[in-house]
């Protein structure tokens, strides 16, 4: 099968030029400037005047609730949300029934996926105070890395030993991925709010960013920091979302000479605390959504090298489950159609260039977790690919997104740029409002 993408702005590498792609089979077989002249010999034609062509999204950061929680989501249909928002690639986290820290879990997981997941995926392993010798014996081909709860927060995961600490830090072959927020923090500021509402079970749901506070944030990022500088573990920080993390990082090396880097996530990037009052729990994550003054600065961070990769942490739970205030409701939010559409957005909002947004949504994501043969439009890669219209103006509605929740914060929202085609492995997996069945992802290899 030959297909050619003919005609489109391609976006990639730091440039935008007109041309066109060339697929056979799976992978990419020629990628050209300019207008085609040429359209016989191919099996298929896609015309891609007036689109954008991008690599496809690399989402490092999603719940997709398989197994264990499929009452919320499941690979299935998170995959096709993912597809239908341009995602071709994804990298699921340990925190879903049983948790995923033993091989039995993690090849439970790689099964379900070969069968039912409609893009590319893998798996964080998750970290106890108690599974170093199995993380030493992780496969770094098979795994990107081993995911570390520095806090707690949904499923219960959490490391919380400093000695445990010092030793998986200390002697992970794999990259570890942390989330950063002191428990103590947080226990101490829900004390206080208790006392100082006497008899108050749960609060309204804007206390959550004066529970789950930047100094909690700061805290726990500065001891993952240190810890890895002291001893030399390769450290990924999940989700910074305040002004005063960003300090933690550099961007004065290219991303591969870096031992410590930071991930943003769009929840952090399109709501502020003001948010509260009209989305309610909708918004409500950990960490908490801050200040109109913290996501300026996170986006501000997005054209500056500081930020090396943006994720969504798609996070589904039942509506019901979002009941309550800041105590009682469920942490998350459905959020992987939505990260490319987003960050356009931001793009045509000065923040930062289209090409930047390849950067942060596609490269850095291939190079930071070493992803064979994805993540740029290249000769001999694999054919992920997206296409996206600038002047759609479509609205955010039920039936246009496909997460099993059926809910989203990006509901009724509207959109300049729209996702048209996703191509996975040289195949259309979702095509102007249809998720193409049959259309099946691989696992994704590192290194
Ligand atoms: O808001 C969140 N939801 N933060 C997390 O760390 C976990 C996630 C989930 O799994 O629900
Ligand atoms: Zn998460």
Redesign the pocket.
């Known amino acids: 099968m030959k297909t050619i993408i003919h005609n489109a702005t391609i976006i990639n590498e730091g440039k935008e030029w007109l041309g066109s792609v060339v697929i056979e089979g799976e992978h990419i077989a020629e990628v050209t400037d300019g207008p085609a002249t040429d359209l016989s010999g191919y099996d298929q034609v896609i015309d891609g005047t007036g689109l954008y062509l991008l690599p496809g999204i690399i989402d490092s950061h999603v719940?997709f609730r398989e197994p264990g929680m499929t009452e919320k989501a499941d690979i299935a249909s998170e995959s096709r949300t993912a597809a239908a928002g341009g995602v071709t690639s994804y990298i699921d986290?340990p925190?879903c029934i049983p948790p995923t820290t033993t091989l039995e879990a993690l090849e439970e997981k790689h099964r379900i996926a070969a069968e039912k997941s409609r893009v590319n995926y893998s798996f964080f392993f998750g970290a106890t105070n108690t599974n170093l010798e199995t993380i030493k014996d992780l496969d770094p081909s098979v795994v990107p890395g081993v995911k570390v709860y520095m806090g707690s927060?949904?499923?219960g995961l959490l490391v919380d030993r400093e000695r445990a600490l010092y030793d998986i830090f200390g002697n992970s072959p794999l990259l570890l991925m942390t989330?950063c927020e002191d428990t103590d923090i947080i226990n101490q500021n829900i004390r206080y709010f208790k006392k100082r509402y006497k008899g108050q079970n749960d609060f309204p749901v804007r206390y959550h960013s004066r529970i789950r506070t930047t100094e909690a944030c700061f805290a726990s990022s500065s001891v993952a920091v240190k810890i890895a500088k002291e001893t030399g573990a390769r450290l990924h920080i999940a989700h910074v979302s305040s002004k005063k993390e960003l300090d933690l990082f550099r961007n004065d090396i290219p991303l591969e000479e870096k031992r410590i880097t930071c991930e943003v996530v769009i929840p952090h990037l399109m709501f502020c605390s003001d948010d509260y009052d009209q989305l309610g729990c909708m918004i409500k994550?950990?960490p908490a959504v801050k200040s109109s003054e913290d996501r300026e600065a996170l986006r501000h961070a997005l054209s500056t090298g500081i930020i090396d990769v943006v994720s969504t942490?798609h996070?589904p739970?039942l509506l019901k489950e979002k009941q309550g205030g800041a105590l009682k409701a469920?942490?998350?939010m459905p959020m992987v159609q939505f990260s490319l559409v987003s960050m356009l957005e931001l793009s045509d909002k000065g923040y930062l260039s289209r090409p930047r947004v390849v950067d942060l949504l596609c490269h850095n994501q291939a190079r930071l977790f070493k992803i064979g043969q994805r993540g740029y439009i290249r000769k001999g890669y694999y054919a992920d690919l997206v296409l996206v219209d600038p002047d759609a103006n479509w609205q955010v509605l039920k039936g246009r997104y496909y997460t099993k929740c059926g809910w989203t914060p990006m509901d009724e929202r509207t959109f300049k740029w729209k996702v048209r085609r996703t191509i996975v492995n040289g195949k259309t997996a979702y095509c102007d409002g249809i998720v193409i069945d049959g259309v099946r992802g691989k696992a994704l290899r590192f290194g």
Do not use: K
Request: charged residues 5%; negative net charge; aromatic residues 0%.
């Open positions: 719940h986290m925190n927060t949904t499923g989330h994550c950990n942490d996070a739970h469920l942490s998350g």
